[in-house]
């Protein structure tokens, strides 16, 4: 029986001018899926930017997948996934969202299934519309110390000083893929730990 799509959702806003900033980490994450398995090249559909391909499994062939960057604007990414959930038929347990966590350490990595947004407009958005019981993979990018400072931090570009911890995230992130296509969320976080480790740091911890 042929796999069910995998549908990789990187949350993100559109446009050059967001496309270094923190809020943007997800959509970084599912590119460097697609470049290191050589999906195809990018297209519109489904209300994103889209790219087709076949990530290995582990010991049992392949799994098709796509990897999808929302045109929507983060708040409003739940509308695009729902759109390609409903074109393949798919559960919740295909999809799997990729997004920048405030409250992990910058480069920690975690993932899980369902639960609350924690905050974040995007998940919210995307629980709106197909429920909560999608797998999330959230990307540490540190909290900058104050409620009132979360919004210009995220919307900001990663500092230089920070591409050393998070480059080797997203390479970790595309690297352990095949576990993730397998449905083996334990081994791939631990994975992408082992290929990008991390200290356990306070979330809140001075930053530059």
């Keep these: 029986m042929e796999p069910d799509m995998l549908i990789l959702v990187g949350l993100g806003n559109p446009g050059p001018q967001y496309a270094a900033n923190r809020h943007n980490f997800g959509a970084m994450a ?3 899926i697609a470049r290191r398995w050589g999906f195809s090249r990018e297209r519109k559909r489904y209300s994103s930017l889209c790219q087709e391909g076949q990530i290995p499994v582990p010991g049992d062939g ?3 997948a796509i990897c999808l960057r929302p045109q929507t604007f983060y708040n409003e990414t739940g509308r695009a996934v729902a759109e390609v959930m409903r074109f393949y038929k798919l559960k919740p347990s295909d999809v799997v969202v990729f997004y920048d966590e405030i409250d992990l350490a910058p480069g920690r990595f975690r993932m899980k299934t369902g639960g609350g947004a924690a905050g974040n407009n995007g998940v919210r958005s995307t629980t709106a519309h197909i429920g909560a019981d999608f797998r999330r993979a ?3 990018t540190g ?3 104050a409620k009132e400072l979360v919004m210009n931090h995220v919307l900001s570009d990663f500092h230089k000083s920070e591409l050393t911890w ?3 995230l997203l390479d970790a992130v595309a690297e352990a893929a095949p576990y993730l296509a397998a449905n083996d969320d334990e081994r791939y976080q ?4 082992r290929l990008a480790p991390a200290a356990k740091l306070d979330p809140k911890a001075a930053r530059d």
């Design 166 to 168: 998070a480059i080797p």
């Design 143 to 145: 909290h900058p110390g």
């Design 190 to 193: 631990a994975e992408v730990l």
């Design 138 to 140: 959230r990307l540490g």
């Design 30 to 32: 599912v590119e460097a």
């Design 62 to 64: 392949s799994r098709p």
